[in-house]
């Protein structure tokens, strides 16, 4: 019965190579987020959709391409990867896109970037 | 300068010490502020919420905001082993499509 899932947990790869990163949540929420939280522990949000929109697009290099087939499943792909990569990211989703709903977070992707 | 700064401690503390967790704002539009707790390998949790200046209680934890000082914190009280995790602030503002932007995190140990 878990919430929100990523796979795969861990990810390890090559500096070059493409990798996706899947998230799914069974809440029924409209809205899911995409994280990213370097090795000091600070969590920064990447991307946002609501309802298969996307609605927060922050500063991210366009290697990486968010893509929200519905409204459970939001999937990050990565491009080109490169060294500065390597970080645990973060699937995220709320019942709806205003600033008063709890975001439940799923339980990460460790990706390592060699 | 990062919009929300927190002290990253580590923080020790003997069990059943009261723990305050502290972070401070820049910016005014921030209306919304919550606390998450992040085990080590886990994803993080809301652990409070609130939106207004004062306090709010909930069991051993209280969430306190001053909006006139840009301040917020985080007190447990008869801290135990089990609350040793990292704390992380985070604020929304309104209208701003719920982007949580979180303080840098505390990461706090609690030792019998």
């Known amino acids: 019965d878990t919430a929100v899932s990523q796979t795969p947990k861990y990810l390890v790869t090559q500096m070059g190579n493409d990798k996706s990163i899947k998230c799914e949540q069974n809440?029924?929420?409209?809205?899911m987020y995409w994280y990213k939280q370097d090795s000091k522990k600070f969590l920064k949000i990447m991307f946002s959709?609501?309802?298969?929109?996307?609605?927060i697009n922050e500063t991210v290099p366009n290697r990486f391409s968010p893509k929200s087939p519905d409204k459970a499943h939001l999937n990050l792909h990565i491009n080109s990867l490169e060294l500065g990569d390597s970080a645990v990211y973060f699937c995220?989703?709320?019942?709806?896109?205003?600033?008063?709903?709890?975001?439940?977070f799923g339980p990460g992707t460790r990706l390592t970037v060699l | 300068q990062k919009e929300v700064e927190q002290d990253p401690g580590p923080l020790s503390v003997p069990e059943g010490a009261i723990v305050s967790l502290n972070c401070t704002y820049s910016?005014?539009?921030?209306?919304?502020f919550m606390w998450y707790r992040q085990y080590s390998r886990k994803g993080p949790e809301l652990l409070m919420y609130?939106?207004?200046?004062g306090n709010k209680e909930d069991g051993r934890f209280t969430a306190q905001v001053d909006k006139s000082s840009k301040y917020i914190s985080l007190f447990i009280r008869d801290s135990q082993p089990s609350d040793s995790a990292t704390y992380l602030c985070?604020?929304?503002?309104?209208?701003?499509?719920?982007?949580?932007?979180f303080g840098t995190g505390t990461q706090l140990k609690v030792e019998l």
């Open positions: 910016n005014s539009a921030f209306q919304y």
């Open positions: 959709y609501n309802n298969k929109e996307l609605i």
């Open positions: 609130t939106y207004s200046s």
């Open positions: 995220a989703s709320s019942p709806l896109a205003t600033s008063t709903d709890t975001q439940y």
């Open positions: 985070a604020m929304t503002k309104t209208g701003g499509g719920n982007k949580l932007t």
């Open positions: 809440l029924g929420h409209d809205t």
